[in-house]
């Protein structure tokens, strides 16, 4: 586990315990278990959007073992993120077929970025930031 980077200490929902690591960069969220071990990140792209401090949400990827399947990371993650940048996150909207980028949302994680919409933890692409001032 790499220590660089702002680090934070989380519970999961099932009482375990894991350390969220941002890069020095502030462009990666890592997550790893209380052994050390990388679970998986989220990657975010600084979007320099005029008035407002934005982030895409670029990758996801928690799917290194299935032992930490829906039980709060992603979430913990965005929060994290959240908190230290200050900055609103965006993301590619999974429903809207006609972008094919590479930052697609495919899978599982079109029913998480959903749920995030909904908790307002992130915006669908045609949200400009820009109206979260």
């Known amino acids: 586990m790499d220590n660089e980077g702002i680090t934070e200490r989380i519970i999961l929902k099932d ?17 790893f278990n ?11 792209r600084d979007e320099d959007e005029p008035n407002v401090n934005a982030y895409k949400l670029t990758h996801m990827d928690l799917e290194r073992t299935r032992d930490y399947k829906r039980c709060g990371i992603g979430t913990a993650i965005l929060k994290f ?20 980028n590479g930052h697609e949302i495919i899978g599982e994680g079109v029913i998480f ?20 001032v």
């Open 113 to 132: 970025v959903q749920r995030m919409k909904e908790l307002g933890l992130l915006n669908y692409e045609e949200e400009n930031p820009n109206d979260q």
């Open 15 to 31: 009482g375990r315990e894991i350390v969220l690591i941002m890069s020095d960069g502030q462009d990666r969220v890592d997550a």
């Open 81 to 100: 993120f959240k908190k230290v940048t200050g900055a609103v996150i965006w993301c590619e909207n999974p429903f809207d077929q006609t972008k094919r």
């Open 34 to 44: 209380a052994g050390g071990d990388l679970i998986g990140g989220f990657e975010f």
